[in-house]
């Protein structure tokens, strides 16, 4: 059955330096995955997907995310946080088409000024 | 283009009265979608529509949750009576049929008490 795991509950970084969230998954094939964002009192904006060709994906807010199959993951990188990236962060993956997603249980990320 | 419509935003109710929350997906959007979100956790889906039809229900607890979409575009969300685990954030998705990515609503908080 299709899964997805984000081992960090919490992380907190401080201001400008580089972010990495953890993700795996549980796939039967080659996935579809996904990065949503929440912001405090918001719904979830879409970062970035992968649904095939380069591995390493380009999304908004300067985010990017490596699909890499070794290793069942597809972390969330970001080269320089900024206050306003505090939010929860979960990474998704289809149950059967890539608009019927499970989530991951979510990574809160505080920003140390 | 506009996004996902839902209201209220917030609500509070005692337990075992009856709540209804709606949602208004995006324009030519035919597949909407129901998460349940509790807190500390990420969101979990209730029900899928296709146009007017239910596609999935598998997680929707039958004996308070109700859900329809007559007319196969806005929807409606109901629970009677509700329990305190009600408790969560509701979201609304929708997306175009055929598996594009899914766009969600801010979401209804609902506090039972």
């Known amino acids: 059955a299709q899964s997805v795991t984000q081992p960090d509950i919490h992380i907190t970084v401080s201001e400008g330096a580089s972010l990495e969230l953890r993700c795996n998954y549980s796939?039967?094939?080659?996935?579809?995955l996904f990065w949503y964002v929440q912001s405090p009192g918001q719904g979830l904006q879409l970062l970035l997907k992968y649904f095939s060709g380069d591995t390493l994906v380009q999304g908004i807010k300067g985010f990017e995310a490596e699909f890499k199959r070794s290793q069942s993951s597809f972390n969330l990188r970001k080269p320089s946080v900024h206050w306003s990236d505090a939010a929860e962060y979960f990474c998704a993956v289809p149950y059967s088409s890539a608009s019927k997603i499970i989530f991951g249980s979510g990574t809160r990320l505080s920003i140390r000024p | 283009e506009a996004g996902v419509a839902q209201s209220p935003r917030y609500k509070i109710i005692e337990k075992r009265q009856s709540v209804a929350f709606w949602c208004n997906p995006i324009s030519g959007h035919a597949t909407l979608y129901w998460y349940q979100q509790i807190l500390g956790q990420g969101p979990k889906l209730l029900i899928q529509f296709q146009n007017n039809g239910v596609v999935d229900d598998s997680q929707l607890p039958k004996d308070r949750f109700s859900a329809e979409r007559l007319k196969g575009v806005d929807s409606t969300l109901k629970i009677q009576p509700a329990k305190l685990e009600d408790s969560a954030v509701y979201l609304c998705?929708?997306?175009?049929?055929?598996?594009?990515?899914?766009?969600f609503g801010q979401g209804t908080r609902l506090t039972v008490v």
């Open positions: 796939y039967g094939a080659t996935p579809y």
């Open positions: 998705a929708s997306s175009l049929p055929g598996g594009g990515v899914a766009f």
